[in-house]
């Protein structure tokens, strides 16, 4: 059982950056695949990135690729998601997830079904 943590959300002006945290709890980071998911109002929740449990792998989704990073520090069992040229249409909650069973993130890892654990979500703004 691990159990997540998000911080870091928050209200950002259009063309902002902001980082994302994703603390975990209960068991060691490492043994798990992590990714980040946004869900807006009245929409479906949406893939955004995905790392490899050792870090070195990572899959990102088209809308955010370049702008977004996604890392991870498995001895501060913390993931993180750089947010860069934040623009309104990002406003939603977003969530961390922690995969026990991924083997391949590139496959797989964009699918929520996919992962077992997930935080509570934090509200990102943008205003337009």
């Known amino acids: 059982q691990v159990k997540l943590v998000e911080s870091g959300g928050g209200l950002v002006q259009a063309g902002g950056s902001l980082i994302l945290s994703c603390a975990a709890a209960?068991?060691?980071?490492?043994?798990?695949?992590m990714g980040w998911f946004r869900q807006a109002p009245g929409k479906k929740r949406e893939f955004l990135a995905t790392i490899s449990r050792s870090g070195s792998v990572t899959n990102y989704a088209d809308s955010v690729k370049g702008r977004f990073t996604i890392s991870r520090d498995n001895a501060k069992i913390t993931g993180y998601l750089q947010m860069n040229s934040l623009k309104p249409e990002v406003t939603a909650v977003y969530y961390c997830?922690?995969?026990?069973?991924?083997?391949?993130?590139?496959?797989?890892?964009?699918?929520?079904?996919?992962?077992?654990?997930w935080g509570q979500g934090t509200q990102v703004t943008v205003p337009s």
């Open positions: 209960g068991r060691t980071l490492s043994s798990y695949v």
């Open positions: 997830a922690a995969s026990s069973f991924i083997s391949n993130i590139l496959s797989a890892g964009c699918r929520a079904e996919a992962y077992d654990y």
